[in-house]
């Protein structure tokens, strides 16, 4: 587990961390999230031991980074942005440099060759460093985070320059080093946080701005909950079906898309999830639903939204409080 508390970092009179604290479970995929100049950087700097705080602490599992810090890094992989290659090795000779050098000791041949047919470079084993490509490089940098079995990963930026099959298979490997370490993963790509990270902790000036599950911050955020929903069926037949459906607070007929093919916008009473009541409908009736998403807010759009109440000195509680209100005003005057 990784346990942040009161973390503050001044450079002079700039406060570049200030005053914050969140914690990591065990086997949970943390998405850290924050604008250039937010603060990110610094406190992961600060988790794996690179740089001092000025108050404040960081513990993983349970020691504490500076004052423990042999412990606390026997305990932690991290893999930096530009990952910590020597490009005239082997990934034979660097893998075991890296052993070395962390003073392992569990025994090192079937150590390094898990860790190679878990991030998938057995075939480059013998190869150097500068004649692979950056996906391979990838691989080997997090190869080498995962040298000693850490329980805890940090992960920046580890998809950044990748091509899109790069990217997911990245991705699939992170959310299988999930099930058995606790990760936190920062990138500039939130579909990709959306997408891996259990919970999102948002930084900015200095300040977490956010901490919650993406599905949690989109519901509670956005204003609009209801679903696009698209079926091939008549029209007619159809919206007289949605609107009886339990928890429907209204459906509306949207477009044809060719014939016997409609589009509709479905929206739910406040807190009802009616995918699974609409499937029933559907299913009875033999309609296909050619597709349904929900119009909630994206974690781009979430992200920015937030940053934005940010710089104006709102934080995510207030943007509920301000949320809230919105919809009950909404729903004030849809009733009247």
Request: with cysteine.
């Amino acid at each position: 587990m990784i346990e942040v508390k009161n973390l503050t970092k001044k450079y002079g009179n700039h406060t570049a961390v200030d005053d914050i604290s969140f914690t990591v479970d065990d086997g949970e995929i943390l998405g850290f999230l924050g604008p250039n100049g937010a603060g990110k950087s610094t406190t992961m700097n600060i988790l794996t031991g690179y740089l001092s705080a000025t108050s404040g602490s960081c513990s993983i599992n349970g020691f504490d980074i500076l004052s423990n810090a042999f412990e606390a890094k026997k305990r932690l992989g991290y893999l930096p942005e530009q990952p910590p290659l020597y490009l005239d090795m082997t990934v034979k000779e660097y893998l075991n440099f890296v052993y070395d050098l962390r003073k392992v000791k569990m025994p090192r041949g079937p150590h390094i060759e898990e860790i190679c047919k878990l991030v998938k470079i057995k075939d480059v084993y013998h190869r150097l460093i500068k004649n692979l490509s950056k996906g391979y490089r990838q691989r080997v940098g997090i190869a080498q985070a995962l040298i000693g079995n850490p329980r805890v990963l940090i992960l920046d930026e580890p998809t950044v320059g990748l091509d899109p099959k790069q990217i997911i298979e990245i991705r699939n490997l992170i959310r299988n080093l999930g099930k058995t370490h606790t990760v936190i993963l920062s990138s500039h790509i939130l579909s990709e946080i959306q997408a891996v990270c259990n919970r999102v902790v948002v930084i900015n000036k200095g300040k977490i701005i956010a901490n919650d599950t993406p599905e949690s911050l989109s519901a509670n955020l956005s204003n609009d909950h209801s679903l696009s929903i698209i079926v091939k069926a008549p029209k007619e037949r159809v919206l007289e079906g949605l609107k009886a459906v339990p928890g429907m607070k209204s459906a509306q007929y949207v477009r044809a898309i060719s014939e016997d093919v409609n589009e509709f916008v479905i929206d739910p009473i406040m807190g009802y999830d009616i995918r699974e009541n609409v499937f029933k409908l559907m299913s009875a009736a033999n309609w296909p639903i050619l597709q349904m998403k929900s119009n909630e807010l994206t974690l781009e759009d979430i992200f920015l939204r937030l940053t934005d109440e940010s710089e104006r000195g709102l934080h995510y509680e207030n943007v509920l409080k301000n949320a809230s209100k919105i919809e009950e005003v909404a729903d004030d005057e849809s009733n009247n």
